[in-house]
């Protein structure tokens, strides 16, 4: 063959392998960046909402009745009850020392939509007229708290936080060992101390109550409605549970090879399938006790699961499953 030509051939097959690895990174940007302002719209969204949220729980209800919550949102309306200063300046200059925490000790982008979200709670607080909804101490701990809960947790979807003592307790996790709930735990006790000394018993317990009512909304926001459990069995009838998943609780699975030693009839040292399935809270006993129908002597460890992503947990069940992974 001409020279020539096969150097003309070699460049057009090399153009063309060229054009197919441009056109596939192409593609993989375009699906990057598709995916990428997907969870940003998504994150400005659960942002505006948390402030309109915790905005009206503060404005609404705890503001106008002198209520105050934990953290440092009840550092805030503490001080601003007692030196009468506007509570949306308070609650930026409480939170600056918590923010500048936060870009050392977790990263610049969660403290920069931190102070964001801050600055956007102070600005609601001082600009909108919310009406004052109720006069009711009971109603005001409850709904305040829930309102205010729902503010913090949409603001943590966001990948932010309303409330800087948080940041703090991560801080001080790290750092001493500490878990960071009781972290928490340990700063709301020193504040409800001082708001029980300053404005009363009665005030600071239901202080206490609200702070109570969004902790649990805050949960139930960030962990969702279902509550998930992964389960982890090890049976010797690993096959028949296996089956049982996919028939019965029309669930995936994942297997596990494992060699086993000491058990309920002595020392072993057999091969044997470990099972990996996530079920909902409500789905626990009856895989139990179909579990039991199997192997009474199945050893089961469960464990909750904060959040899970893909897989056959959130779909509805079918009849069928061809996949046996989770």
């Avoid at 057009?12 to 056109?23: D, M, P, T, V, W």
């Avoid at 939170?95 to 982008?109: C, D, E, Q, R």
Wanted: proline fraction near 2%.
């Amino acid at each position: 063959m001409n020279p020539f030509l096969s150097r003309l051939i070699a460049q057009n097959i090399l153009r063309k392998k060229q054009g197919e690895h441009s056109s596939g990174e192409d593609a993989r940007e375009v699906n990057e960046f598709f995916i990428s302002f997907k969870r940003n719209t998504k994150d400005i969204l659960s942002l505006i909402l948390g402030v309109i949220s915790a905005g009206f729980g503060l404005r609404g209800f705890l503001l106008p009745n002198n209520f105050i919550d934990g953290g440092a949102t009840g550092i805030s309306l503490l001080l601003s009850e007692i030196l009468h200063i506007d509570l949306s300046y308070l609650l930026v200059i409480i939170n600056i020392p918590f923010i500048i925490l936060a870009g050392n000790v977790i990263n610049k982008t969660f403290a920069l939509k931190t102070i964001i979200a801050i600055i956007s709670l102070a600005v609601v607080v001082h600009f909108i007229p919310f009406p004052q909804i109720t006069n009711d101490k009971l109603l005001i701990s409850i709904f305040g708290g829930f309102f205010l809960g729902a503010g913090i947790g949409l603001a943590i979807r966001g990948g932010a936080v309303l409330d800087g003592t948080e940041i703090l307790a991560i801080y001080v996790g790290r750092k001493f060992t500490i878990a960071i709930g009781d972290v928490i735990m340990m700063l709301n006790v020193i504040i409800f101390a001082f708001a029980a000394y300053l404005l009363g018993i009665e005030t600071a317990m239901y202080a206490l109550l609200t702070y109570l009512s969004a902790t649990k909304t805050v949960d139930f926001l960030i962990e969702g409605i279902e509550e998930y459990f992964a389960i982890t069995i090890i049976s010797e009838h690993s096959y028949d549970i296996q089956r049982m998943i996919k028939e019965k609780m029309k669930r995936g699975y994942t297997v596990y090879l494992q060699k086993k030693g000491t058990g309920k009839t002595g020392e072993k040292n057999w091969e044997a399938e470990i099972v990996y399935t996530v079920i909902t809270r409500l789905e626990i006993g009856k895989l139990y006790s179909e579990i039991e129908k199997i192997d009474s002597d199945a050893f089961i460890v469960s464990q909750s699961v904060k959040d899970i992503r893909g897989g056959m947990v959130k779909k509805r069940p079918i009849d069928v499953i061809h996949d046996e992974s989770q």
